[in-house]
């Protein structure tokens, strides 16, 4: 079934990690997951709340990737959107479970715009304007 | 079932409104909405593509709104991830599907961080670091 998009919702329970409060690696963290999937970062913004929690988007030029922590809880809710045939999210969750130490990941995904098939051929190709 | 996070992945299919490859009008539209949800917008970053194509993050004190557009689609998919009792986000999709004049709105709701009945009190507030 053809799509425009393809999201992959990652909830990472049981984190073991330390880091789930630690904005500078987080960002780290979630830029370098992008860019191990292929994707071509346009933009990285990142919060970090009080008294705990960081929330962060990167925009691509394929999507999206984002991220939101709850260290109290030991949890983390990461977002992976993409868009084209190239993109390999399943290398970034992979990264984000280990950088994480999550015991506890589960992977949802969905297709984002479904094609009929009387649907214009899907040749978009996404550069930047 | 208590849990974290909501989200909302908003697909706004058959959208005859001509705004979707209008940057400058969808920061208006999603930062309009985010604000009608009752969220605390925190920064907003919005890319224009070539040939055409509008991708946008709001990140929330409450978590996040994104949008991505296939205007050569008619096409648009919005999500809304929340935390918290108080923000209404059907206030924002409501207003979405106006503006954007979709004739075939779809909404998938998820629980995000589904909490066990041992866990802690759910009591965070999101304030600004």
Redesign the interface.
Same mark, same amino acid.
């Given at each position: 079934m053809r799509a425009? #998009?393809r999201?992959l919702?990652v =909830?990472l329970?049981d984190c073991k990690a330390k880091n789930l409060d630690n904005m500078e690696e987080i960002q780290n963290i979630m830029t370098t997951a992008a860019k191990l999937a292929g994707a071509t970062i346009?933009?990285a913004?990142f919060?970090? $709340?009080?008294? *705990? #929690?960081v929330?962060g988007?990167v925009?691509i !030029?394929e999507? *999206?990737l984002?991220v939101?922590t709850?260290p109290?809880?030991d949890?983390a !809710?990461v =977002?992976i $959107?993409t868009?084209g045939e190239d993109l390999k999210p399943e290398k970034a969750i992979g990264y984000l479970i280990d950088k994480f130490q999550s015991n506890d990941p589960a992977i949802?995904e $969905?297709k984002? #715009?479904v094609?009929r098939t009387e =649907?214009?051929n899907l040749s978009?190709k996404?550069?930047?304007?």
């Amino acid at each position: 079934m053809r799509a425009l #998009g393809r999201q992959l919702l990652v =909830d990472l329970k049981d984190c073991k990690a330390k880091n789930l409060d630690n904005m500078e690696e987080i960002q780290n963290i979630m830029t370098t997951a992008a860019k191990l999937a292929g994707a071509t970062i346009k933009e990285a913004i990142f919060h970090k $709340f009080s008294p *705990h #929690g960081v929330s962060g988007m990167v925009i691509i !030029a394929e999507s *999206h990737l984002s991220v939101h922590t709850w260290p109290e809880y030991d949890y983390a !809710a990461v =977002d992976i $959107f993409t868009c084209g045939e190239d993109l390999k999210p399943e290398k970034a969750i992979g990264y984000l479970i280990d950088k994480f130490q999550s015991n506890d990941p589960a992977i949802t995904e $969905f297709k984002r #715009g479904v094609l009929r098939t009387e =649907d214009k051929n899907l040749s978009r190709k996404f550069e930047p304007g």
